[in-house]
């Protein structure tokens, strides 16, 4: 798909997948029936998807190809998809501390890895640039007849070590998550911890009325 990046659908897509992967997460966490959870995650990874592949340019045109999100004067996206991912992780925090994951590990798992594609190349491009310009760098818009059309680091080694902390960082924010999911989970009140999808606190209270 190439679509021109002032197209209408593009700015649909944007914000109707960053509003599906901010809400649904607080739909699918709280449903008992397991067909329309397994839906609902099957939309919010899509939407994921979608998401990702606009800002890393897969969706739209550019005469010098997939950048992969970056722009040399910065991309305002980049703060977008950080923001995005950051609010759609709350209801996943907010879960695990209340001990109400079915499965914490494999949940943990999972929205790290979604938040790796969600925020990861934004958080890379974003650390990268801010590094390279705090050390002096810049871009070489180049000469001739197709100056302007490519910029290229004027300190490649100085880029080339910005991009590996960018790298560390990108895959330590993921790592944070997934750890802090599943320690919330282990350390959450046994009574409220769920199993096969029903809250435990929920059991006891239907014995006592029973009895």
């Keep these: 798909m190439s679509l021109a990046t002032n197209d209408p659908i593009v700015g649909y897509i944007k914000w109707i997948s960053a509003i599906a992967i901010v809400t649904l997460p607080w739909l699918f966490l709280r449903l008992k029936i397991k067909d329309a959870r397994i839906a609902l995650w099957f939309v919010w990874m899509m939407s994921i998807i979608a998401l990702t592949s606009l800002y890393l340019g897969f969706l739209t045109y550019n005469y010098i190809g997939i950048q992969f999100g970056f722009?040399?004067?910065?991309?305002?996206?980049?703060?977008?998809?950080?923001?995005?991912?950051?609010?759609?992780?709350?209801?996943?925090?907010?879960?695990?501390?209340?001990?109400?994951?079915?499965?914490?590990?494999?949940?943990?798992?999972?929205?790290?890895?979604?938040?790796?594609?969600?925020?990861?190349?934004?958080?890379?491009?974003?650390?990268?640039?801010?590094?390279?310009?705090?050390?002096?760098?810049?871009?070489?818009?180049?000469?001739?007849?197709?100056?302007?059309?490519?910029?290229?680091?004027?300190?490649?080694?100085?880029?080339?070590?910005a991009g590996n902390i960018a790298l560390f960082v990108c895959n330590l924010v993921p790592a944070i998550i997934f750890m802090g999911i599943w320690w919330l989970s282990r350390h959450a009140n046994p009574n409220n911890i769920r199993k096969d999808g029903i809250d435990s606190s929920a059991k006891v209270e239907t014995k006592c009325i029973e009895q």
């Design 71 to 161: 722009k040399h004067q910065g991309n305002p996206m980049d703060w977008f998809m950080i923001i995005t991912g950051i609010i759609s992780i709350i209801p996943f925090i907010l879960a695990a501390k209340k001990g109400s994951l079915a499965k914490p590990k494999r949940t943990a798992v999972l929205a790290a890895v979604a938040m790796l594609i969600v925020m990861g190349p934004a958080i890379y491009n974003t650390v990268a640039f801010n590094i390279y310009l705090q050390d002096g760098g810049d871009f070489d818009p180049g000469e001739g007849d197709y100056a302007g059309e490519v910029y290229t680091p004027t300190k490649p080694d100085a880029w080339a070590q």
